[in-house]
């Protein structure tokens, strides 16, 4: 039986804020005989809650039955099976911190702590003959999870800066906070609204008591800091708080967890540095200034995130497209009495040698661009309104395909746009998007760029099929990069007259699987044919892909990683080498593609040489690993071969 126990960990911070537990060490625990299971899996997780001294986690360390690490996002994923003695039971899930998600350094490492959650019993779903899985999310109480991060010295200030006259978030501008002291007033720290107007701030202790003498004397009157704030757009301050701010109350002596409600007077609409239309974003990355140039998040041929990075995008993510975020005004700056409507064009580069060279990237810019009309879809902002129990709620203003102009790309108005809400009584109203109900979440669209991709035929539509294992793909058969140019447009609806645009002259696209096949010489004419006393397994692997961020192979057994990959396998032996190839994306190394071992030939001797002689009789798995570069989430997943000796 395999059991795949899945999930994601999170942490309030306090009620409009939470951080995704990210870097920390997700542990499972048998139950001990002394415990009631029953009670334990049936209680609460937060009345289960426990933080574990170093003694109490070394006597249930003979408890363990695996851990893992969450990813950037919190999420964990756990295959349980025969190997860590594991029947489908309930189980102890405890999380082990070395330091805290987005925890500032200071002159001081805390120790490692680790804290029990619950005793939980997994709802297992089957998923196949022999396979069963179960997902939980969780999410640390505020209160147990601020504690817990006051014994590493990590202090967060979370808080939403908007317009004091409509309420609008006003995204882009620089929030500062600064410790209101006797002696000198400490600077926190300082962060960029985002497009919804959430800003963060963590600091340390070592911020707010800090002395002219620091570090040899630290002094601070009271627990925590005294806090006021300022804030500032482009070169103008839009909210200076006087000091004596700090010592009032709900600002004095404020704990490890802090949330903040601040607003301006000077800044209407949350437009930012201009009330003018802007696209800011492709997903987390700036699109200003343009790619290539100094400063950019892009690179000259459209890659995102730095060199060691060059993230490319598509829509396998939990978006189903290309976020791309900025503002769009309700109406025209220069006439309130007109709303404004935006669409984006596409165009893809071609090549100056042949076509879709995958050795070269595409240089030629598009001659023209196409209006995007395929998009996922795209929460725009929220509408505003009084339900039927005189409940203040809102609801979705969303964009998708259907709205978007077939011909010209071009979106509805938002102004004037009809919405359907719930009443909370059983009926549903419609009610109309106005300037004074409506808040922007900052998307502009969800573009849907396999629409866009497939207008190009795949290469090996149906992959490489396995008795090919081990070739090395023709230039005909290999996915080129494939680079765009980008465009954003807004107009007038009633004049149609353009009114601003905005371009990214290269962004990557890319919706292709890997080309993968995995077989062995000594299966190639016989799947059922063990291997018995073989002194050398041949291992026939190709994997290419034109945005590949590693692959790796290794075979392994019950026990364990018996042959792992290396870069460099080795050492080499008579009947072969006791390592497997593996490979990753180098800064920059926009032709890296992965690899391939060589092909099968008449005698059974080719591909990789992988010497056996040693391995135990014992059933073996051959696993080939790997990733893409694509953002937010990138493509993995492992392919394999079974054989026994």
Excluded at 130 to 147: E, Q, S
Excluded at 402 to 419: F, I, K, N, Q, Y
Aim: a negative charge; charged letters at 15%.
């Amino acid at each position: 039986m395999s059991y795949t126990f899945r999930g994601s960990l999170c942490g309030n911070l306090c009620s409009q804020c939470l951080e995704q537990l990210s870097g920390v060490t997700v542990r499972l625990y048998r139950n001990r005989p002394d415990q009631n299971i029953t009670a334990l899996a049936v209680a609460s997780p937060n009345d289960t809650l426990a933080l574990l001294t170093d003694d109490q986690v070394k006597a249930k360390a003979s408890q363990l039955i695996a851990e893992t690490q969450t990813d950037s996002e919190g999420n964990f994923s756990f295959t349980l099976g025969s190997q860590q003695k594991y029947d489908g039971g309930a189980f102890e899930v405890d999380v082990y911190c070395g330091t805290v998600p987005n925890r500032k350094p200071g002159r001081k490492q805390p120790a490692p702590r680790q804290f029990s959650i619950t005793t939980y019993q997994p709802a297992w779903k089957q998923t196949g003959d022999n396979d069963f899985t179960a997902i939980w999310n969780y999410c640390v109480p505020l209160r147990f999870w601020c504690h817990f991060r006051s014994l590493f010295d990590a202090w967060v200030i979370c808080g939403r800066l908007t317009s004091c006259i409509d309420g609008s978030p006003i995204p882009g501008a620089t929030v500062s906070a600064t410790d209101c002291d006797w002696i000198q007033d400490d600077p926190l720290g300082s962060a960029l609204t985002d497009a919804s107007g959430h800003f963060r701030i963590d600091y340390t202790s070592e911020d707010f008591k800090i002395t002219p003498f620091s570090p040899f004397i630290n002094f601070e009157l009271v627990g925590g800091p005294d806090v006021y704030f300022k804030a500032t757009l482009g070169t103008d301050v839009i909210l200076d708080e006087p000091s004596s701010t700090g010592r009032q109350p709900g600002r004095q002596n404020i704990g490890p967890c802090f949330c903040v409600d601040l607003c301006s007077d000077k800044v209407t609409g949350g437009c930012g540095v201009t009330c003018t239309p802007h696209w800011q974003k492709v997903w987390d990355f700036d699109i200003h200034p343009d790619a290539g140039q100094v400063g950019s998040s892009f690179s000259t041929d459209g890659y995102a995130g730095g060199a060691a990075a060059s993230y490319v995008f598509g829509d396998m993510n939990y978006r189903s497209g290309v976020l791309l975020t900025g503002n769009c005004p309700l109406v025209n700056p220069a006439d309130n009495t007109h709303a404004l409507q935006y669409r984006f064009t596409i165009g893809e580069y071609t090549w100056s040698t042949s076509p879709d060279d995958p050795t070269t990237m595409p240089s030629i810019a598009p001659a023209s661009l196409t209006p995007v009309t395929q998009i996922a879809s795209t929460t725009v902002g929220y509408v505003f309104y009084t339900d039927a129990l005189a409940n203040p709620s809102s609801a979705d203003v969303i964009f998708t395909s259907a709205d978007v102009d077939p011909v010209s790309g071009w979106l509805p108005t938002v102004l004037g746009r009809v919405v359907s809400v719930d009443m909370h009584n059983g009926t549903f109203a419609n009610v109309t998007v106005t300037s004074a109900n409506f808040l922007s979440t900052g998307e502009l669209i969800v573009l849907n760029s396999s629409v866009i991709t497939a207008e190009e035929a795949p290469k090996l539509p149906s992959g490489l099929p396995q008795v090919q294992a081990g070739v090395a793909l023709t230039n005909a058969q290999k996915e080129p990069i494939r680079r765009y140019k980008l465009q954003f447009e807004v107009r007038d609806a009633s004049t149609l007259v353009t009114t601003f645009t905005d371009t990214l002259s290269s962004i990557i696209l890319n919706n292709s699987s890997p080309i993968l096949a995995l077989d062995l010489e000594e299966l190639f004419t016989n799947l059922c044919s063990p291997l018995g006393g073989a002194n050398t397994a041949h291992v026939l692997y190709t994997v290419d892909h034109p945005h590949l961020s590693s692959f790796a192979l290794s075979i392994s057994s019950n026990l364990g990683v018996v042959h792992p990959s290396s870069p460099a396998p080795g050492p080499v032996t008579p009947f072969g080498y006791l390592q497997l190839p593996s490979a990753s994306f180098p800064p920059s190394g926009f032709f890296f593609r992965g690899g391939n071992s060589g092909p099968h030939n008449a005698t059974n001797t080719g591909g990789f040489p992988v010497n056996i002689s040693a391995d135990p009789s014992c059933a073996y798995r051959v696993d080939l690993a790997w990733s893409t570069r694509h953002y937010p989430t990138a493509l993995a997943d492992t392919t394999e071969i079974l054989y026994c000796r």
